[in-house]
């Protein structure tokens, strides 16, 4: 009897091990799955939000994962959490990302004679470049080991009182939460800002537009809804860095560009769009860019007479680029902002918390507020930003959240505004924009929506 039972208990061993490793399949017992026991099915990461979204590489189909799975696989021993845990889609973790470059300085503005002071204490130029906005170079320093960077500042400002000097700061592109779309909520949001469209999509004649400057991450130009826009897009990354991912910037492109007819017909699918790619790769998993970089952008775009042009990315106040931003808007440059997703009681982030930029929130459907938007007295205007339908980074669409898709809103609309009126300057352009707005808040400006939505209708003067 001893020797049955344990020839039983191998046999069940044997058993239990080839199905943990997916050999056998074990047969459910009536009534359900016994304790330990669970269905194991294929992979979704996503939520089920996409559609035709390849950001993350595979084969999908429309209405999400269209994998099989292996029969073998459907019932699996699931035993104690810690010995074999339960299947689940893979988790991205955030990536904490710093608000500076450990260990540069960027300074526009510093003569030979003070680099030349600098390179004795021990600084290294790792950087420079001729800057029209700042009417002069601008460079980047590695700081001499042992100092900080405070330290670092101070001495480069000593060596010259003109001089703008700050750190290299980090800033990121603003999309945050997904958003799940399925059947008719897998629509266009322009209809909210009363967007002029014609039959198919594509925008009324009225809707001639200025170039657009686009400071984003890198873009899929071979994406079907941009295979005839007007694209050029520039990349200022060394090689030694990591490319940036094409889901934001491709999305916010779309936006203001995509194909008539498509699935994502852009708000102004004739205009020319000047795009450049400032973002880098950090860590496999943020895409981020210095402010070396976005100075060398603006300034890039400025040096092609582009008067307007989209930035939906935030990250702190910058000297250099505080410089930068005002010479652009100085010459006549409407810089157009997202607000920022870090939220409503967050500090104000930049470049839209400075006064020469147009600074967007995002609303949703209902024109409730965008739950994590960023609030305060420098919010401007209001656009649609929850669950717009725009681009997958790779084939197809989906919709995304966060207030860098209302940012294109508001630029496409500066840039029929241009167009109609070319002698508007910023100022006078920013109070035509703000005068037409459509108040939903507090009556007048206030903290949540800025002067209001966005009022499109009035592009078309109806």
């Known amino acids: 009897m ?3 039972l344990a020839d039983r208990t191998k046999r069940l061993s044997l058993l239990l091990a080839l199905a943990m490793a997916g050999l056998v399949a074990l047969p459910a017992p009536q009534g359900g799955l016994s304790p330990g026991m669970a269905v194991a099915l294929a992979d979704d990461d996503d939520g089920g939000d996409d559609d035709d979204d390849d950001d993350r590489g595979g084969s999908r189909g429309r209405g999400g994962d269209d994998r099989r799975a292996d029969p073998q696989r459907i019932l699996r021993p699931l035993f104690r959490q810690s010995t074999r845990a339960v299947r689940r889609a893979p988790v991205r973790r955030a990536v904490a990302v710093p608000e ?9 503005g510093l003569d030979e004679n003070a680099l030349a002071g600098l390179t004795q204490d021990g600084f290294v130029i790792d950087g420079r470049v001729e800057i029209a906005l700042v009417g002069g170079e601008m460079v980047r320093l590695i700081v001499p080991q042992g100092l900080t960077l405070e330290a670092a500042r101070a001495a480069v400002s000593a060596r010259s009182a003109s001089a703008t000097v700050d750190f290299n700061h980090f800033y990121q592109p603003q999309a945050a939460d997904k958003a799940v779309c399925r059947g008719e909520s897998c629509t266009l ?7 002029p469209t014609g039959g198919d999509g594509s925008g009324m004649a009225c809707l001639k537009p200025q170039r657009i400057g686009l400071i984003d991450t890198a873009i899929n130009a071979d994406h079907a809804v941009l295979a005839r826009a007007r694209l050029e897009v520039l990349s200022l990354g060394d090689e030694k860095d990591a490319a940036s991912g094409e889901q934001h910037g491709t999305a916010v492109a779309a936006l203001l560009v995509g194909a008539p007819g498509s699935r994502v ?4 699918p004739e205009a020319e769009v000047v795009a450049v790619d400032a973002f880098q790769r950090f860590r496999k998993t943020a895409d981020i860019a210095n402010v070396y970089d976005l100075v060398r952008a603006l300034d890039l775009l400025i040096r092609r007479d582009i008067r307007v042009v989209n930035l939906s990315l935030t990250g702190p106040a910058n000297a250099v680029l505080e410089r930068a931003v005002a010479a652009a808007a100085g010459r006549g440059t409407i810089l157009v902002a997202a607000a920022g997703n870090d939220g409503p009681n967050a ?31 420098h919010i401007d205007i209001a656009a649609p930003g929850v669950g717009v339908w725009t681009a997958a980074s790779i084939s197809g ?21 241009l167009s109609a009126r070319p002698d508007l300057s910023p100022d006078a352009l920013k109070a035509e924009l703000m005068r037409s707005a459509e108040d939903i808040g507090k009556p007048g400006k206030d903290a949540v929506y800025g002067w209001g939505l966005l009022n499109a209708r009035a592009l078309c003067g109806t």
């Open 347 to 377: 500090e104000p982030v930049y470049p839209a918390a400075y006064d020469d930029v147009i600074a967007v929130t995002a609303v949703d459907k209902a024109r409730n507020p965008y739950r994590r938007a960023v609030r305060g007295d």
């Open 265 to 268: 017909p852009g708000l102004l």
């Open 189 to 195: 949001v322009r209809h909210m800002v009363g967007w």
């Open 397 to 417: 669409a989906r919709q995304k959240t966060g207030t860098s898709f209302a940012a294109p809103f508001v630029t496409a609309a500066v840039s029929v505004l």
């Open 100 to 108: 500076q470059a450990p260990n540069e300085i960027v300074a526009a």
């Open 2 to 4: 001893p020797s049955r």
